[in-house]
């Protein structure tokens, strides 16, 4: 009888709670033999994220229980903590892309085409998002090739995404068709930057820090949205009440330094005139189950409706695809709550 919220919340503290201890998943693998990932996550009941959690990987799980792996790279113990930026990747399209640049004949970057290049830095990104192992997106995928152990469970931890994926991605319209984007699919902060192609090598993602972002040359913006803000991760003036009216009404508020006269306020007010795009990001919490940075659900491209007020502005978008239910359930009781907060 909880409302979804309040389960998920209810179900983090007992697995907070009942943490899973290393010499218990170690016990687990060698009763279950020399398994797969799946298999062992299968057969056991263990959660991925029990696996992963504070860096660890499968890889070091069969090393301590005793059983072979792939031989490792001068890289591999600073890649295996980076495997839960593959956890949320749920569209074929990606998880293809993804898995053809993990493989053991994986093409240079300098032979992708377009598309190929996008889903390549959107995963070099994910690995290193500030850039800090190579000055080049074809060094950086040279690097992947001589970490064997690492791709192989890269390429497993995606096969376990893709299974879970809740939503359908779809393409989005007019010129962002041609970028890797996909509406109701999940990205982290790293490959959304990387996606809407704003993150270079002189940019990188790593350093971002602000929850919109105007993409010149793209002419999008990018709106990331957290549903759940708390004390301990917002500031008063960052507190901005943003949910769901409908499934495609989203009302949001801009920064609080935003102006209807500013140009970005104009740009906003403006959008179906000028015929920018805006892209709608949103996710329930800052963490999820595999702890910090969660990722944020591409809703879609959304349209000027109205607005009022200014500093912030609260701007009602209109959404070309209606959201996800469970995302329009949590967004509408997000409302209710700012209503209730306002009387």
Not at 29 to 40: E, Q
Not at 86 to 100: C, E, K, L, M, P
Not at 225 to 236: A, M, N, R
Request: aromatic share 8%.
């Amino acid at each position: 009888i909880l409302d979804d919220v309040t389960q998920r919340q209810v179900l983090e503290h007992v697995r907070r709670q009942l943490r899973t201890t290393w010499r218990l998943l170690t016990q687990e693998l060698r009763s279950a033999g020399d398994v797969d990932l799946r298999t062992y996550l299968d057969q056991t009941g263990i959660e991925l994220a029990d696996v992963l959690k504070n860096g660890r990987s499968f890889t070091q799980l069969r090393r301590a229980a005793g059983f072979d792996t792939l031989e490792g790279g001068p890289l591999e113990a600073d890649l295996l903590k980076r495997l839960k930026a593959f956890a949320h990747v749920d569209d074929r399209d990606r998880h293809a892309a993804y898995a053809t640049l993990l493989a053991d004949d994986a093409p240079a970057y300098s032979r992708l085409d377009d598309l190929g290049q996008a889903w390549a830095r959107m995963l070099l990104f994910s690995l290193w998002p500030k850039a800090e192992a190579f000055s080049s997106f074809d060094e950086g995928l040279e690097l992947l090739r001589g970490e064997r152990s690492f791709r192989a469970e890269a390429r497993a931890v995606l096969d376990w995404a893709i299974d879970r994926a809740e939503h359908v991605a779809r393409p989005l319209s007019g010129p962002l068709r041609r970028c890797p984007l996909r509406s109701h699919a999940s990205y982290t902060r790293e490959e959304l930057y990387a996606g809407i192609g704003h993150a270079t090598i002189q940019r990188t993602p790593g350093n971002f820090r602000e929850g919109v972002l105007f993409t010149e040359h793209m002419g999008t913006d990018s709106l990331l949205i957290t549903l759940q803000k708390s004390e301990d991760h917002f500031s008063p003036t960052t507190m901005y009440r943003d949910y769901a009216i409908n499934s495609t009404l989203f009302h949001w508020e801009s920064q609080s330094t935003t102006s209807q006269a500013s140009p970005t306020g104009q740009r906003y007010l403006r959008q179906r005139d000028q015929g920018t795009d805006v892209l709608l990001y949103v996710r329930s919490g800052k963490t999820w189950e595999f702890g910090g940075g969660a990722p944020y659900t591409l809703l879609g491209q959304a349209d000027y409706v109205e607005h009022r007020g200014d500093k912030p502005i609260a701007i009602t978008w209109q959404l070309r695809r209606p959201m996800p239910p469970q995302i329009l359930q949590e967004g509408r009781a997000v409302g209710r709550r700012a209503s209730s907060g306002r009387r």
